[in-house]
Every structure is written in C-alpha cells, then in structure tokens.
C-alpha cells in the first residue's frame, strides 16, 4: 500500500506540473483555463512539499492582481488563451472600467473565501528555506491584510461584523442548495440575461454541471454588480443576493487567525488581527447560528433570515479555535446523522449535501458529492477539536477516492465514481498536502483500521 501512495503522490505532483501555466496553476487546463483565487491557496499549499519557490510564486501572482481597493479577484486570466475558452471572461467583467484593475493583468470582478492567509502559513510551518519563507511572508502580508480590511470595511453593509458574498460564485460551492431558494426568488426581467454560450459543457458532462437555468441566474446576478460599476457602497440598493455565510465566514476567521500568527513571524502587530478576529468569531455564533435548529445557517441580509438548508456549509465553523462546546456537540451530531454519515456499505465521507433530501444529487456540482478540498477543511477542524477517530475517516475517505477515481473534481460518495475534471488541480495538491501531514507516504497506510502510522 505504502508503493500506492507513493505512486499517487507522484501523480498529484504530475499533475500540477502539467497544469502550470508558467507562474501560476490552472484548476484544470480544459474546464477551468485560468488562475483561480482559492484554488490557488490550495494549490500552492500541496506544491510548497516538493517545490516552494513555484508555490510562493502562485500566491504572489494572484496577489499582483489584487485590486486597488483591496478586493482579491477570484479568476485572474491566462492572457494566452482566448474570450471564447471560458465563460464568462474577460470582456464580460470588463473589470478594467473600475480603474482597481492592477496595470498588466485582466480579472474578474467578484471574490473568493479568504483562505490564503491560512495556507501561506502553513507553507511557512513546512518550508525547508525558512529565511526565504518568512520574506515571502512579509512581502505578501500588506496583500492579506488589504484583502481582510477590504472585507470587513466594504462588504458589511448592515454591520453585522461578517461579510456578505454577493454571488454564489464567491462562497465556492456555487451551486450548492443553499442558493436555491434566493436564486428562484430572483425576478429577471425577460430579455435581460444577454445570449451567452456555456462554455464548460464542452468539457464536463451535462450531468455534473449546473443547469441551464442556474445558469441563467448566474449570469444575471454577475451583470448586475458589473453594471452597479462593483460599487460596494450601493450594495444595499443594487445587489438583489447579499449572503454571509458559514464557510466563507469560518475560512475568514481562520485566516485571520493565521494572520495574526504571520504578524509575529515577521515583527508586525498581531494586535488588530486579533481584536478582528474575536469580532468575527462573536458575529457568527451571533448572526448565523439557529438556537432552535442548533445549526449554523447562512444569513440573507436582505431579507434578515437565515437558509434552512443541510449543507455541508454548516460544519465549516469547525475551523474556529475556540468553538463553545455546544456547538461543537451539535456539528458532531450532524456530522455523524444519516444524511451526513449514509450507513451503506462503502460510502465515501463527507457528501456537500444531506443524502436524505428530495433534491439531493450524487452526481451534480455540489449538490452532494464529496469534494477534497471541503474533506481536507473539515480534517483540519475536526482534529484541532481533539476529534481523531472523524479526521482520521474523513483522511482516509479521501485518500481512498482518489486512488480508486484518480484526481477528479468531485466523487460519488456512495460508489466513489469521479465526476467533473479530471487531472483536477486541489485534489491533486491536497492529497499531498493531507499525506504529508500525516507523516509522509512511507508512513501512512490506507488499509488496515484506522488511518494507522506504520
Ligand atoms: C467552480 O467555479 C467556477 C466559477 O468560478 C465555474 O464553475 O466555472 C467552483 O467549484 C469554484 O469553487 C472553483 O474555484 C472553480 C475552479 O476550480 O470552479
């Protein structure tokens, strides 16, 4: 087994050698030809095990691309591959209007969770050139902390101390259940979405995508920040989804947690990234946790309520250090339920989606398959719990789908099947990341009960 692994790490690091486009990494270089925000937190952070010089520059590229404003872009584009590639690209953003855009590079024009305070620290706990590692900390802290003022002064319009997605795009489970509800409450006008082709139905099966409709609402929700000129001061009056959410809040807050932690390596004050940090951790427990359902819920701050759904973003707050022990009760319930936790025979932990809804999808983009990088967030949060015995099978679930599957986007957590990508960049750099943390390859064994240390 030990040969296994040491044959799907090779993979992994294979793959992301093939998908880097020269200072940065594609998610996939058929679905997704360009360089992503979070993916690329997640990638630089399996890629800094082999290479450290090639995942510093990953980050340091999506952060050259940072907005005068703050604003992290999630899709930095590949200059060297056209309009008609991806949709939507570059011309529909038409981000360079704001006059934000840094000189040189083309963008999009909304954002993704802050996880790359996190992952720059945990290239730094890692790295072989530690003198090396801790300039590149310093040279990307004044980005992170542009990026985290950006969040906390721009998009709290009700000052609620967390801030708001406004689009699914930004949460990264974009066409997760929990958006259902405020994406059929959208009113589009007829004749407003503009024609567009689905570009990505050219590389993934119809099944695994988002359907047309969604897409539609997408689009349309996309148009209308661009044509409010991204001003976040009218989001109140403009945006028609205004969401803060569990998972992109939690992320928050464990990023800003890390930058705290990256103030002290390199001689800054950690003091106001904690003081934040305690703010936000107040505003979840305050804003997005239901007493009733003992769940923690997105919020609609425009309508003031809460999104009943079971999702897989609820489990997300395990990432908070301090997490009250009631809370922390309630997720491991949930977590180990049915709906979570489907007792068939060779089921594949952990599914985005309840498997007990109507509306469940073991297949579909978020609507319940198992994905690596939600698995490795949870792993991180179940074991800073003390929570061995679950991170272990959660590490274990993962591992395992990608020997049997390969790095697909997203797996079947009933039979394991991939779906979606294939040569998927997060997959590949968290299953090294994941094998790493546990000891190195030579170390880990897949069989055997539970994720033993030979
Ligand atoms: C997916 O999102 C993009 C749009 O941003 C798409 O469907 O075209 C999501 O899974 C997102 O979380 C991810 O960052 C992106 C690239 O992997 O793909």
Redesign the pocket.
Known sequence: METTLTTLLGSARDILHVNWLGASTA?SRTL?PHQ?S??SAFIALGRSWHDQRRAEQELETLFAAQWSNGMLP??VFNLDVSEAEYFPGPGFWDARRTGRVPRGTATSGIT?PPIHARAALDMHRHARDVDASRAFLARLYPGLRAQHEYLARDRDPTGIGLPVIVHP?ES???NSPVWDRDLRDLRIPPGTVPAYRRR?LQHADPADRPTDEVYDAFVYLAMRYRDSGYDDRRLLDTAPFAIAGPLFCAIYLWSTDALAEIARIIGADPGPHEDAAARIREAMLRELWDPEARRFYPRDILTGHLEPEETIVSFAPLLDADLPAEHLAAILEDLRSVCFHPEADGHFVVPTFSTRSPVFDRRRYWRGPVWINTNWLLWHGLKQHGYEAEAEEIARASLALVARSGFREYFDPFDGAGYGASGFSWSAALTIDLVEQLGGAEHVRLDGNPMAHA
């Open positions: 998610p997704y992503w979070w993916d999630h899709i993704q795009w990264g489970l974009d990505d």
